[in-house]
């Protein structure tokens, strides 16, 4: 696998960055040589502070990031109880008669959309944990929030942000950003409009020498030799950890990932209100379809559809069940580890290269 100047800057073996949920998928990836971050959007304060000090044991000095997304939000409500008063009662019929149509018993287990509200204070306290931790990346999504770049460097950590558009580099650069990672459409979660390989290339003449990622798509060794003649310093997935034993993604959900085709991945505002790449399920089918209400935004949609998909999940309710997924989802089609998946982007990237090679000097 080819290093680039961003592995020996952050001490990896490979430049495959690797966003996950999951601790297990960080450990693994960082011991395949790869840069893990965790996703800890949607852990509880308490939580972060956990997780980060249990990473940081396993990785027994190895680096890794942790992501923190800050959205711009419709409401402030301090409470869930307090925004419920403020959902439109069609809503509030169109969600009680899905759990009927369904037979959806209620969530007994906590979950995240069922137990927390996205407001500023529970954003502030996410970034307290954070800063105050041992980890040695943060990584900023959705929002770029110059005070957490800033006082992240203060404290010493390199700081990533992603970035959907061209015109987002410059308030990176402002805010001192370290690392730019250019997430394209295809990309799972939260996107933007323009695709994986138009903006990296864009990004990488606006970054004004910062290292860029590219993410989006990614799923083959192909795309990872494009990627550096995009002008990329390493790739950033995040559907592919998914598909492994780590990720101990349930059985309902991963039937349907490893089934699905780039196509069958959709953008709905039906997951947060805000658009997100998710797998085609019925969830994102009944909130398309003539007569559903409109999502809500951030962060109501969630305090509408919280408990619901807390019991979807818990209870597996096949035909609803999703996740946010990119279009690299086809490539990821059977169950297997976090270490096959490095091993085989490396096999497929260099069998790339070379064949580039050898296809341009035949040219030539
Ligand atoms: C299940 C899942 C959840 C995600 N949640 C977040 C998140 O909380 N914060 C974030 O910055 N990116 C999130 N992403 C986007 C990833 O960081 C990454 O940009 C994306 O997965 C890349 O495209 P790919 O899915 O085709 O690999 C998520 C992606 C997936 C698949």
Same mark, same amino acid.
């Given at each position: 696998m080819q290093r680039t100047p961003l592995c020996e800057r952050l001490g990896i073996e490979v430049p495959i960055f690797g966003f996950s949920h999951s601790i297990d998928v960080a450990v693994a990836l960082a011991e395949a040589g790869g840069f893990p971050v965790f996703g800890a959007a949607r852990e509880a304060p308490d939580k972060i502070s956990e997780d980060i000090a249990l990473i940081k044991k396993r990785l027994r000095g190895k680096p890794f990031g942790v992501d923190l997304m800050y959205p711009k939000l419709a409401g402030e409500e301090s409470s869930r109880d307090e925004a419920k008063k403020k959902l439109p009662a069609e809503h509030v019929a169109f969600v009680a008669a899905l759990k009927a149509k369904y037979s959806i018993p209620d969530p007994v287990k906590p979950n995240f959309f069922a137990d927390q509200i996205r407001n500023q204070a529970f954003f502030d306290a996410q970034t307290r944990a954070v800063l105050e931790s041992e980890v040695s990346a943060v990584v900023t999504a959705v929002g770029l929030p110059k005070d957490v770049v800033q006082a992240a460097k203060a404290r010493g950590k390199t700081t990533f942000a992603l970035v959907g558009s061209a015109r987002h580099v410059k308030a990176a650069k402002e805010a001192g950003v370290d690392i730019l990672v250019a997430q394209g459409y295809d990309a799972g979660g939260h996107t933007g409009l323009v695709g994986t390989y138009t903006l990296v290339p864009q990004v990488v003449e606006a970054s004004g020498g910062l290292p860029v990622l590219a993410a989006g798509g990614v799923g083959h060794g192909r795309q990872i030799a494009a990627a550096f003649g995009l002008g990329a310093q390493g790739v950033w997935l995040g559907t %592919?950890?998914? %598909?492994?034993r780590e990720y101990g993604t349930p059985p309902a959900l991963l039937r349907k990932l490893l089934a699905a085709r780039s196509e069958d991945t959709v953008i709905t505002r039906a997951h947060s209100g805000k658009p997100c790449r998710v797998v085609k399920s019925s969830w994102s089918d009944e909130w398309d379809a003539e007569g559903a209400p409109k999502p809500l935004p951030m962060p109501y949609q969630h305090v509408l559809t919280g408990e619901l998909l807390a019991a979807i999940e818990e209870h597996q309710v096949e035909p609803l069940v999703y996740e946010a997924a990119g279009q690299s989802v086809a490539w990821f089609n059977e169950l297997t580890t976090v270490a096959a998946i490095v091993e085989r982007l490396k096999t497929e990237t260099r069998a790339a290269l070379d064949e580039m090679k050898r296809n341009l000097k035949e040219e030539a």
């Open positions: %592919a950890w998914l %598909a492994t």
